[in-house]
């Protein structure tokens, strides 16, 4: 008995043991399991609640985190940890995406029809059509989310703004041929000075003007004009080409005349020379001499002459008088 009162005490009767109802008599069970469960159910909540600040930004976003509506950091590609919503909230925003505003006009879609654009009035009061295209990314996430409403209106507001000003600086004539390529350059540079001013965040990629076109009464006026600044240009370049050829080819000349020039005078002061030199000394001769001297020239006079020379003989007295073929005497 004392066994089985002990075993009984070991199994129900220590200090858990079940109590009775004095009102119906039954076993009141303990309440301590439940709160085991119910801290175990909010230990898990818990940690699932911390593991969902665990995020991932992709390789062509940027992601920005406010703790309590301020903004506590800019975070780029990569697995990154915030503390989860109501503390902190994340917005993301893709970085390396090209977006694109029409200035003056919607752009087309599929095969919608060239853009006319918006008319503008040139520094010499004439009015053209221009249709331009900006092209823009993100570049600093949290002025773009923050800082501005609507960014792709700003854009085209601001360079609407800076088209008119730039165009209406500039003659019809310049806007139409050498000065496109300038207004895109100053649309450029204008409008994102104007944002970095503004703090929006967004840089310009390009400017592109997609046309330019004036009222169908006076474009063929210009278009002549085009055509002849065109082939003055064309006529210049040729010029400037010919010259560039012609110049060498004359002073190569030039110097090459200078050469035969130069040779021919030594030629003929080396004969001038040679000659004087040979008249001294025939002259010498002719001193020591004079007869003999002069029939010496004479012979040498005559066998250069005779050649040269048909001579007819007539034999008048028919051999009876030797003929005497010395022409003169010495």
């Known amino acids: 008995m004392i066994f089985a009162h002990d075993q009984g005490r070991t199994r129900g009767q220590g200090p858990r043991q079940a109590a009775k109802d004095p009102a119906h008599g039954a076993e009141v069970r303990p309440r301590s399991g439940y709160r085991y469960w119910f801290f175990g159910v909010v230990l898990l909540l818990l940690g699932v609640y911390l593991i969902s600040g665990f995020y991932v930004v992709g390789a062509d976003q940027r992601a920005v985190v406010r703790r309590f509506g301020a903004i506590e950091a800019v975070v780029g590609p990569g697995m990154h940890y915030r503390v989860p919503w109501p503390v902190d909230r994340l917005d993301v925003v893709k970085a390396t995406n090209v977006m694109k505003v029409g200035v003056g006009f919607t752009i087309p879609t599929g095969d919608s029809a060239a853009p006319t654009g918006m008319e503008l009035l040139t520094g010499d009061t004439n009015i053209v059509n221009a249709a331009l295209v900006l092209q823009y990314v993100v570049r600093d996430p949290a002025e773009f989310l923050f800082q501005i409403e609507d960014p792709q209106s700003l854009v085209e507001a601001v360079a609407e703004g800076v088209l008119t000003d730039t165009v209406v600086g500039m003659p019809i004539d ?3 041929t050498s000065g496109r390529v300038a207004v895109q350059e100053r649309v450029k540079a204008n409008t994102q000075e104007l944002l970095d001013r503004w703090h929006s965040g967004v840089r310009i990629v390009s400017a592109s003007i997609m046309s330019l076109t004036l009222d169908r009464s006076v474009v063929q006026a210009f278009q002549d004009v085009a055509d ?4 003055r240009e064309k006529v210049i370049n040729e010029a400037r080409a010919y010259a560039s050829n012609l110049i060498p080819k004359a002073r190569g000349e030039a110097r090459m005349q200078r050469s035969e020039a130069e040779a021919y005078k030594q030629q003929r002061v ?8 040979r008249f001294s000394a025939l002259q010498k001769e002719y001193e020591t001499a004079p007869e003999t001297s002069r029939t010496r020239l004479y012979m040498e006079t005559m066998e250069k002459i005779l050649p040269k020379l048909q001579l007819y003989i007539v034999d008048s007295d028919k051999g009876r008088v030797p003929l005497h073929l010395r022409l003169t005497s010495p």
Not at 270 to 277: Q, R
């Open 228 to 231: 002849a600044m065109a082939d």
């Open 174 to 176: 310049e806007v139409l």
């Open 270 to 277: 080396a004969d001038a020379v040679g000659e004087t030199s």
